[in-house]
């Protein structure tokens, strides 16, 4: 490296200058070093470990030379950078490990029984999660049903209407409502039931209650971002025909925001769909299917998920396999989800002009 | 909701052609009544909801908290208050290293793709960030009991073997790894992506004459960031550290697959007694709980619920201040 400098040293503009192939040079060199340490002195080689180690390694021999060539700023902006890069990494390393893990160890029962069979009198294998969807698509359209209309109108009045105190309040708690943890939500549920139906009541409808607590904030969220980037030369436009408010809204407003709104509320399905500790509570467990979601315990996905992992009978492996199956289905159907809701929002979104 | 329209309905039965309040004030159309009474209806409706949360669980609560001691003792509960602080400590303490650990890193992903990943890149990154809070949280419950634990026992073993002197790292190490450390390094996960986004929105609006009069002043990329992006993000870098905090403490699932929590108050995290979290031990004994048992878990949500509404609302104040005076453009 230091000949590298010497024969540049003629060039005025990259005197002082490590070459751009120093950091990959120090970089392969200390992971090498960590392999050779990791094998011969740790016992065996193990790449977690030798990564850990060439990173240990790497960080201060990259300062350490751009500290004796370039100097001090020179070297602090290098650690810099490093430091930064490898915060990247190190936050794919879980993401990649869980879709990995969850690929592998979910695929061997993701087979036609998964959505065919239900629980109800399965012991050890076989059996599936049908029940499971039933409640998932009963829980999850009940509480978009609700959350939809009073997100939507939510976000109109505080585009289209609202103003001053009224407004800004709403504004706050909508805010903090989206922090509300969500076994929270399940409990006042529960006990919301409890206190008009009962103790104990707990039902598919319940947990619906659950989750709309959760939704309706996301939806304010993402449908009031939009209706606010509707241009308002459009709004004007319609008023100086004399179309009164509520038509310029409906007819206007609304259609040009339409896209975005669809996205938003499907987004906010993705959000709410893999919640499980509300509809533990408030939906309860059952291994057999209901398809009415205002009597009995209705099964729901994530909760099939946790209950297979924590209530497992004999032969532990065949409940584990069905816990990644589910886990496999859940994740797959967040991210159709996800994909669906930003194509949408991609492909029909208004041509602004700008 | 449904009864504010129809009361505004009755009030004026039909619009008149001519204008009621004379040529100065505008023509108020029956429609335009219906759909602002509906649009008003739903954002109070949302002021009720909230208030009904802390209605009813307070409601369900309530016997719990006035049921005299000895009562509760001899169903074998407990008074509330020394029932519910082992598990108030253990919610903190976990939040508190999985902040220690998801704070720092998250900064420098937002970094990283504001202003260090190629732009054309930086989107695609961002999004990448985004699937890890698409990942339903029993999933990472999942991940990280039948995984992570396994996969980090040997660095507990050595982390106890030879900085065991720290009193975090003291006492007899877990065989499974399922302690508190790993439900840390979980909710870390799951808090990352949160407070990256919200850094990332902040340090994006740094304004851009800044950052180029620093560079132009001979400053290097890392000096430019110290000196102009950092101190303009440095209350929103607050407020979604606290947004995050405010996950991590009402995060549920995560906890309750990874620890097998008891009613314990110690510093230590490496062991297999650890301190339970207050959602993970509504979750896990919730569904068996019946009688006083119910009404004692409601009123421990109650307590979770409290402190999350105040991390949040202090979180959203300082943003919202923070809008008022920020000096951008």
């Known amino acids: 490296m230091s000949t590298a400098t010497t024969t540049r040293n003629a060039d005025p503009l990259t005197a002082g200058q490590l070459p751009g192939y120093t950091t990959w040079v120090a970089l392969a060199g200390s992971l090498l070093v960590a392999g050779m340490i990791d094998a011969s002195l740790l016992g065996g080689f193990d790449p977690g470990t030798t990564a850990f180690l060439g990173a240990v390694i790497f960080l201060p021999v990259a300062y350490l030379v751009a500290r004796v060539v370039q100097g001090r700023r020179a070297a602090a902006d290098r650690l810099a950078t490093n430091l930064v890069t490898g915060a990247f990494l190190l936050a794919l390393l879980p993401l990649l490990s869980l879709l990995w893990e969850t690929l592998s160890q979910g695929l061997p029962r993701f087979d036609v029984t998964l959505f065919t069979w239900s629980m109800r009198n399965v012991i050890g294998d076989g059996g599936g999660a049908a029940h499971a969807l039933y409640g998932t698509l009963y829980v999850t359209g009940i509480a978009t049903l609700i959350s939809v209309p009073i997100g939507l109108m939510t976000a109109i009045y505080l585009v289209e209407y609202g103003r001053g105190a009224l407004a800004r309040g709403i504004t706050f708690f909508v805010d903090v409502m989206t922090g509300i943890p969500s076994i929270v939500a399940g409990l006042f549920a529960y006990a919301l039931m409890a206190i008009v139906f009962g103790p104990g009541t707990i039902n598919g409808f319940a947990g619906s209650l659950a989750l709309s607590v959760l939704m309706i904030p996301i939806v304010v969220r993402a449908t009031e971002e939009l209706l606010r980037i509707v241009p308002n030369e459009l709004r004007e436009a319609s008023y100086a025909l004399g179309v009164p408010k509520w038509r310029t809204i409906t007819s206007v407003v609304l259609p040009t925001a339409v896209s975005g709104i669809v996205s938003g509320v499907i987004l906010s399905i993705a959000r709410i769909i893999g919640e499980t500790a509300p509809l533990m509570i408030a939906a309860g467990f059952t291994n057999s299917i209901n398809t009415n979601p205002f009597a009995n315990p209705m099964m729901t996905l994530p909760v099939f998920v946790y209950d297979q992992y924590a209530h497992p009978g004999v032969d532990r492996i065949f409940y584990n396999e069905r816990a990644w199956a589910g886990a496999l289905t859940l994740i797959v159907l967040v991210m159709v989800l996800n994909l669906l809701g930003r194509f949408i929002a991609n492909r029909f979104s208004p041509k602004t002009g700008r | ?329």
């Open chain 2, 1 to 329: 909701m449904a009864t504010v329209t129809q009361s505004t309905q009755e009030v004026t039965p039909s619009p008149s052609p001519e204008r009621p309040g004379g040529p100065g004030r505008p023509l108020r159309r029956l429609g335009d009544r219906v759909f602002s009474g509906l649009s008003t209806g739903s954002g109070v409706a949302i002021l009720v909801i909230l208030a009904a949360v802390a209605g009813f669980l307070l409601m369900q609560a309530f016997p719990a908290l006035t049921t005299s001691p000895e009562v509760l003792q001899a169903q074998g509960y407990g008074p509330f208050l020394s029932w519910i602080l082992p598990f108030a400590w253990g919610t903190v303490w976990a939040s508190f290293w999985a902040l220690l650990m998801a704070v720092p890193v998250s900064i420098g992903i937002a970094l990283f793709i504001s202003h260090y990943a190629p732009r054309r890149l930086a989107a695609g990154l961002g999004y990448v960030i985004d699937l890890l809070a698409a990942v339903p949280s029993v999933v990472f419950g999942l991940w990280g009991s039948i995984v992570l634990a396994p996969a980090v026992q040997p660095l507990y073993l050595w982390l106890n073997t030879y900085l065991g002197w720290i009193p975090f790292f003291a006492g007899q190490p877990s065989g499974t790894g399922r302690t508190l450390l790993t439900a840390a390094i979980v909710l870390a996960v799951m808090i990352l992506p949160i407070i990256t986004s919200l850094s990332r929105e902040v340090f994006l609006q740094t304004p851009m004459l800044h950052e180029e009069a620093a560079l132009a002043l001979g400053a290097t990329r890392w000096e430019m960031i110290t000196m102009a992006v950092l101190p303009f993000a440095r209350a929103g870098i607050i407020s979604a550290v606290m947004l995050g905090l405010g996950r991590a403490l009402g995060e549920t699932m995560a906890v309750a697959m990874v620890l097998s929590g008891a009613a314990v108050v110690h510093f230590q995290i490496l062991t297999s007694q650890n301190p339970n979290t207050i959602a993970a031990v509504i979750a896990q004994n919730f569904p068996e709980a019946y009688g006083l048992k119910t009404n004692q878990l409601i009123a421990g949500g109650l307590v979770l619920f409290v402190i999350t509404l105040l991390v949040n609302a202090g979180a959203r104040l300082i943003i919202s201040r923070y809008k008022e005076f920020s000096g951008a453009n």
